[in-house]
């Protein structure tokens, strides 16, 4: 083979494997139900915002699904803290854990409309 032809199929695999990389993320939101039902999280939302998954796993969660909420600290005072979600949600990163409450906590009726098949959009009240 040629320099050349070694080059580009490098350059493709490198592109199939990043492309395949940034679409594994889970597309259903994920929906937390301890300590309290109802709190949604987005990977496509967080995503389209240009985060990359090692930015919180590994990290701040491992990359077992709502494994975290099985932790005796995942609760509200520790996201104040700086722990978990509130790591970027402390109002210079991202909107504050303590405003905005209802874009995560979506409560048990939105919950339950997730399960039923409804989308993110429909579980929150306008």
């Known amino acids: 083979m040629t320099i050349?032809?070694?080059?580009?199929?490098?350059?493709?695999?490198?592109?199939?494997?990043?492309?395949?990389?940034?679409?594994?993320?889970?597309e259903a939101p994920i929906v937390f139900d301890k300590p309290v039902t109802g709190v949604i999280f987005?990977?496509?939302?967080?995503?389209?915002?240009?985060l990359s998954c090692e930015m919180c796993h590994n990290r701040l969660f491992?990359?077992?699904a709502k494994k975290?909420?099985?932790n005796a600290d995942f609760v509200m005072e520790s996201l104040y803290q700086?722990?978990?979600?509130?790591?970027?949600?402390?109002?210079?990163?991202?909107?504050?854990a303590n405003t905005r409450c209802a874009t995560c906590h979506i409560g048990v009726k939105?919950?339950?409309?997730?399960?039923?098949g409804g989308t993110q959009e429909e579980t929150h009240e306008h």
Do not use: W
Not at 11 to 22: E, K, Q
Not at 42 to 49: A, I, L
């Open 68 to 70: 975290a909420q099985g």
């Open 82 to 96: 700086g722990k978990y979600c509130g790591a970027c949600h402390n109002g210079s990163l991202a909107f504050a």
């Open 4 to 26: 050349r032809l070694i080059t580009t199929v490098t350059a493709l695999l490198a592109l199939v494997t990043g492309l395949a990389s940034a679409a594994s993320y889970p």
């Open 62 to 64: 491992e990359m077992q």
């Open 42 to 50: 987005s990977h496509k939302v967080h995503m389209d915002k240009g």
């Open 110 to 116: 939105g919950a339950k409309r997730l399960s039923d």
